[in-house]
């Protein structure tokens, strides 16, 4: 049985994170809840990693989920702009793993989480989504704790929400990313897709992008 390289070097990387985290496969296991030959079969390349799987082991050996999604074969793209954080992956390859895998149907769209955040931009533009984006945020953070990068982007988008001198307009996309956060619309549910969160990390994205170009169309009508 041949293994192919992109598994041996999804094994390489987590032996090399064990050995940095000074874990054995056993106690990986315990904090995964991974069987042990489950991982020892992952490592040495005579299984292929499930998304979970990865989901996990990003979680317990702080590594990127991109970087192992890249190494057990998923074609993503990591981006250390906004400063120098990165997001899980691009849309379209969120897009491309969500078709080919297991755990969700074709009907997932990006259209449908631009469609709940065009609904969140007006409600956080009320008193009522004012009040639970600065009551709930924090918690919400603390609750889902190493879920990913895309958090630090979270945080830094709370921070320019609450921040005096911030536009309406502004401030109604970055309360629609924070809303749909907290209020776990759920267009990929954890229970159908374990890899958890790839629609917020979307949301994330998809203002960013609509502040790119808002920051760019301002540029221009100033020249």
Do not use: C
């Not at 192919?4 to 985290?21: A, E, F």
């Not at 899980?88 to 080919?100: C, P, R, Y």
């Not at 990929?188 to 917020?200: H, K, S, V």
Request: proline share 2%; glycine share 6%; charged share 25%.
């Amino acid at each position: 049985m041949t293994v192919d390289n992109q598994r041996v070097d999804l094994g390489h990387i987590i032996k090399s994170l064990l050995k940095k985290h000074s874990l054995s496969m056993r106690k990986l296991s315990t904090l995964t809840g991974i069987d042990t030959a489950t991982i020892s079969r992952i490592v040495n390349g005579k299984q292929q990693a499930k998304l979970d799987h990865l989901k996990l082991f990003a979680t317990h050996l702080n590594v990127p989920l991109s970087k192992l999604l890249q190494a057990a074969g998923f074609e993503v793209e990591s981006s250390s702009e906004g400063g120098g954080t990165e997001l899980h992956a691009s849309i379209d390859a969120i897009q491309e793993v969500l078709v080919s895998s297991n755990f969700f149907d074709r009907q997932f769209t990006t259209e449908r989480v631009e469609k709940e955040l065009t609904r969140y931009e007006k409600y956080a533009l009320t008193e009522e989504g004012n009040r639970l984006i600065h009551a709930e945020f924090a918690a919400k953070v603390e609750q889902v704790s190493g879920a990913g990068p895309f958090i630090e982007q979270l945080r830094t988008m709370y921070e320019l929400y609450t921040k005096a001198g911030t536009t309406d307009h502004v401030r109604a996309l970055l309360g629609s990313a924070l809303l749909y956060f907290i209020l776990s619309t759920d267009i990929i549910p954890d229970y159908i897709f374990p890899i958890g969160y790839l629609d917020d990390a979307i949301a994330v994205q998809l203002v960013l992008n609509r502040l790119e170009q808002l920051q760019s169309a301002s540029a221009e009508g100033v020249e």
